[in-house]
């Protein structure tokens, strides 16, 4: 796959990963429309990247998305890639008895039913166009992560989500490709602002990218960048003994112990 002369829609493009592939795929020669809810960050964005178009939308908001959809079919009729990028991640204790129902499935609106949705706008102008649909699961989507239990299960749900849909296009016979991007920590981005760059699983921004990039232009289904394929190997080979393990080291660093 050339990734050049496309017209690539990503949610969540005002920072992070979504900005960054944004930013890389315009410099390549692709028209790219970005979207997220907060719209002064996104003029500013817009500001300094005039090469990106911008609309506000929230991925959890479907009378936001039915906007995004209609300012796409106007003006973008030629979309033929969805990065579906948007996400949010939180600690949660699950014991906390204060948290409402809605604080505490945040992450599923956005991150899994935000996929869903999205893909679901989007995937016969998608499937017309001979497109692709790129979701963002995670490396955290192959072991239970104690300490972000509800991220964890949002992102195993896009990476069986992904796994479907591919099947479903196959079975019906539409041409539409669907890859799932398995990152590993990447530390440059507001999710993870607090995690630390010099850790040995940590990610450069600029590396993920062009992992993705190889895979992309390889055809690859999965793409499991950096420690992620480490990830991935500890999800399938003694899953219940590393859940364990990666459990204990997330709670200890989320939650200390304190006493
Ligand atoms: N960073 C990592 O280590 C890592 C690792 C594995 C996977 N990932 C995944 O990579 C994706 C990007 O994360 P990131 O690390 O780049 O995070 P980030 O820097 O926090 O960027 C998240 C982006 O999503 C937007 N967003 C959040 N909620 C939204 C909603 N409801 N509707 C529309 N846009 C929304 C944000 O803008 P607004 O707040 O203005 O809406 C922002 O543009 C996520 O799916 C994340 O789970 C990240």
Redo the contacts with the bound molecule.
């Keep these: 796959m050339e990734l050049k002369n496309h017209t690539i829609l990503i949610?969540?493009?005002?920072?992070?990963?979504?900005?960054a592939f944004a930013q890389k795929f315009a410099e390549l020669g692709n028209r790219v429309i970005i979207?997220?809810?907060?719209q002064e960050?996104?003029d500013k964005v817009l500001a300094e990247n005039p090469d990106l178009t911008g609309f506000a939308?929230?991925?959890?908001d479907e009378k936001s998305l039915t906007e995004l959809s209609k300012f796409i079919v106007a003006n973008f009729p030629d979309l033929d890639i969805l990065l579906n990028?948007?996400?949010?991640?939180r600690a949660i204790n699950l014991f906390d008895d204060e948290l409402s129902l809605a604080e505490l499935t945040a992450e599923v609106?956005?991150?899994l039913l935000?996929t869903i949705a999205v893909t679901q706008k989007f995937l016969t102008v998608l499937s017309k166009n001979h497109g692709t649909v790129i979701n963002?699961?995670?490396?955290?989507s192959n072991l239970a992560d104690g300490a972000h239990p509800i991220?964890n299960l949002t992102?195993a749900g896009v990476h069986f989500y992904s796994d479907a849909l591919r099947e479903q296009a196959k079975h019906f016979g539409h041409d539409l490709r669907v890859v799932e991007l398995v990152?590993?920590?990447?530390?440059e981005?507001?999710?993870?602002a607090h995690?630390d760059t010099t850790a040995p699983n940590n990610m450069r921004l600029s590396d993920l990218i062009e992992e993705t990039l190889t895979g992309l232009s390889k055809n690859a289904e999965r793409i499991d960048a950096g420690f992620a394929k480490t990830l991935h190997t500890m999800g399938k080979v003694d899953s219940e003994e590393n859940t364990r393990k990666l459990s204990a080291s997330m709670l200890r660093s989320y939650f200390p112990p304190t006493k």
Excluded: C, H
Aim: glycine share 16%; net charge neutral.
């Design positions: 949610t969540g493009g005002t920072s992070g990963i979504g900005l979207t997220a809810r907060n960050k996104l939308s929230d991925v959890s990028s948007a996400g949010i991640m609106d956005t991150n935000g963002v699961s995670s490396g955290l991220y992102k990152p590993p920590l990447v530390a981005t507001n999710l993870e995690s």
